[in-house]
């Protein structure tokens, strides 16, 4: 039975493989631009590639909603920038030129002037005469003046929202003791509106009795006409209506190749709330999109995270479109149908293990797209719907994008980081055959198994352990993957291709642990992140009990701290005792038991390893954060003009890709 569910390495990708693919496009300022592969996208069905197609399609239509919706000055800046981008007859290989292409990378990576992960805005390093100049030496018919606005006019109103630091700071300030929708730079409230008038306008709204009450608020903006508070409604016919017309527009089209009818009904139910407003319909689509399981084709599209309003109910705009990756969704099924035997040949105290244990199974997918707010930066995992009641009585679907993380990893491997911190090319070399493989293993073993296993004594309190439950919590889980890893079984199952391959995650999991982690520190902190402190905490204590028969060394070369594991199954069967000991502190509620090895293992920084690791990682200028530019799809057609094929290309450029999504995707008028 295992033989056919085999997850084999040499049929995983139909994509450029991955030797011949370029993952880094450009880099700017604190960002690196990424590309990824879609593989088997070929492999897909006719209809199925088209479905893709018309869903990415109606994610791209988007785009400037959420540009309007981060501040409402952003898309008028960005054209403005384009504008000057494309026709700047003057010098182009200046300083100011390279400093204003420079500005408009970072707008496109923070769909405007806030800083994509920070929200702090940046502010441009050419200065206000360049940029009047700049403006003006272009064709004004290329600028998107409003109407009867001068060339000047438009100048003097950017100048200050570009250059003065005082000015729309910060895009969702969440800091305490001020009005925070007054402090926020974004546009989901309209001018001279307090953060009491808000508050006061919604409670007056909500049912505290209502079980199953509606998203208020999420798809709309407030505003305040002759004195009275009313929403603006983000709908066909409402705000953003051109662009939310396009968008249902593609909708249709990809009703008609639909995969199934449930699908099909999914989609036309999100076609219904964007033409009506309904935020009923929208929990309506939300179920009918969360219980469609059958399909293989899958999407988000609209009105989604609320992270960006400072009160948590706007919501910005994106999409994902994306195909349920086939072989490694066989990966988490063959785990999950395991569980019992993976629970019951643990290293773990017999009375500590579950009798019954149930898999949790998730999906693995394959991003087509990213648009909205999950382009250029973007998730690896995602888990909707955000209604609570709705994931109560209806479950919630949590995804992990694979071909997201091998782009991230992938481009790691390239960047110096495994030349400047592994010991040899032995190790570099087995990272670059399986690190993504067994990467992705362990969180499957981590997420489907580890949480899952074990059991509380009678009587212990699950919050025994307190502000040290979430480190302990994490280490059982990454100890139980970590210790299965190097299991024979795990090649029988054909979860991995090769014996050896296990080798790669042990190594990279104590060398982050041990050192590497540290690069994510402030000097002279300690640790104090769960996850950190787990991964430290394991890496440590495998160190040190191993440290008499030099399991795990800590060696200098030419002044240099490296980490050398010389036998991987000592190392494994350490994984394994700590494994019982985490367990039986979890277990039993051992308070002081969890508090010492935490304490001892976890939190503490060698501060001169931490100084030296700090001083290579920034000697090797790595990019702090990371966006992606999409692949390019296209329709090919015979002479009847009927559909035959959907091509992918992976050849766009950053900067061109952005100027022709502002050329085919914006609908949207600069002011809304
Ligand atoms: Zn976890």
């Known amino acids: 039975m295992a033989s056919m569910l085999m997850v084999s390495a040499a049929t995983k990708a139909s994509a450029p493989p991955v030797e011949n693919f370029k993952y880094t496009v450009d880099k700017f300022a604190d960002i690196e631009i990424l590309r990824y592969r879609v593989p088997d996208f070929e492999k897909l069905s006719l209809k199925q590639k088209e479905l893709i197609y018309f869903l990415n399609q109606a994610a791209l239509e988007g785009r400037d909603i959420l540009y309007d919706q981060n501040n409402k000055y952003n898309l008028t800046i960005r054209r403005t920038l384009e504008a000057v981008y494309v026709n700047y007859k003057g010098d182009r290989k200046s300083k100011e030129f390279s400093q204003l292409t420079t500005y408009l990378k970072r707008i496109w990576m923070g769909n405007g002037i806030h800083h994509h992960y920070s929200e702090d805005k940046f502010i441009p390093e050419f200065k206000a005469p360049f940029f009047a100049k700049a403006v003006k030496s272009i064709d004004a018919k290329k600028l998107p003046l409003a109407k009867g606005q001068t060339v000047d006019a438009l100048i003097k109103t950017l100048t200050p929202i570009l250059f003065d630091a005082n000015i729309y700071p910060k895009r969702t300030n969440q800091a305490e003791g001020v009005d925070l929708i007054k402090t926020s730079a974004n546009n989901y409230y309209g001018d001279g509106i307090t953060q009491a008038e808000v508050e006061a306008f919604y409670a007056k709204m909500k049912d505290p009795n209502d079980n199953t009450p509606i998203s208020y608020g999420l798809n709309s903006k407030l ?12 709908k066909v016919g409402g705000m953003y209506s051109a662009a939310i017309k396009r968008i249902v527009g593609w909708l249709e089209k990809a009703a008609t190749v639909a995969e199934n009818p449930k699908q099909k009904d999914v989609i036309t139910s999100l076609i219904e709330f964007y033409t009506t ?17 059958a399909s293989q084709v899958d999407f988000v599209n609209g009105f989604t995270e609320t992270y960006g309003d400072p009160l948590g109910m706007k919501a910005s705009w994106e999409s994902i479109v994306n195909f349920k990756n086939i072989e490694a969704t066989k990966r988490t099924q063959i785990i999950s149908s395991n569980a019992q035997w993976f629970e019951d040949n643990s290293p773990v105290d017999k009375q500590f293990k579950k009798e019954t244990v149930k898999g949790v199974s998730a999906k693995v997918i394959t991003a087509a797209i990213l648009a909205g707010d ?35 990893d992938q481009a790691s491997l390239g960047n110096g980081f495994a030349e400047e911190f592994m010991w040899s090319d032995v190790e570099r070399q087995r990272a670059k055959d399986f690190a993504s493989l067994t990467n992705n293993l362990h969180t499957d073993l981590h997420e489907c198994l580890g949480h899952g296993s074990g059991k509380l004594l009678p009587g212990v309190d699950p919050d025994a352990l307190k502000a040290y439950g979430s480190t302990i919590e994490e280490a059982r889980a990454d100890l139980f993957g970590l210790y299965y890893m190097g299991d024979s079984k795990i090649v029988e199952l054909g979860l991995l291709p ?7 995650e042990y190594y990279q999991f104590i060398m982050n642990g041990l050192m590497t982690q540290l690069t994510r520190i402030q000097p002279g902190k300690n640790i104090e992140e769960a996850h950190m402190r787990n991964r430290q905490l394991i890496a440590n204590w495998v160190y040190e009990k191993g440290k008499a028969e030099k399991v795990i060394e800590i060696v200098q070369r030419d002044g240099e701290t490296f980490i050398v594991v010389n036998d991987y199954l000592k190392l494994r069967n350490l994984f394994g005792q700590l494994l019982a000991e985490i367990q039986r502190i979890r277990s039993t509620g051992d308070f002081n038991g969890g508090k010492e090895i935490v304490e001892n293992y976890g939190v503490k920084v060698n501060q001169a390893l931490h100084a030296e690791v700090l001083d290579r990682y920034k000697k090797l200028n790595l990019a702090p954060y990371r966006g992606f530019v999409n692949p390019v799809y296209k329709l090919v057609k015979n002479e009847k003009g009927e559909i035959t094929d959907v091509t992918i290309t992976y050849k766009e450029g950053y900067a061109d890709q952005h100027l022709r999504y502002s050329k085919e995707y914006s609908s949207l008028p600069s002011v809304n």
């Not at 505003?223 to 409604?233: A, H, I, M, P, Y």
């Open 498 to 504: 090769d014996k050896e391959a296990y080798k790669a």
């Open 374 to 408: 999950c382009y250029p930066a973007t998730p690896i995992g995602v888990n909707l719907p955000n209604a609570n009641w709705i994931r109560r009585d209806h479950g919630s679907k949590s995804v992990t994008i694979e071909n997201i993380t091998e782009a991230y």
């Open 277 to 293: 407003g309904s935020l009923k319909t929208y929990d309506e689509y939300s179920i009918k999109w969360v219980e469609d399981l």
């Open 223 to 234: 505003v305040k006409e002759n004195g009275v508070l009313v929403e603006k409604t983000y």
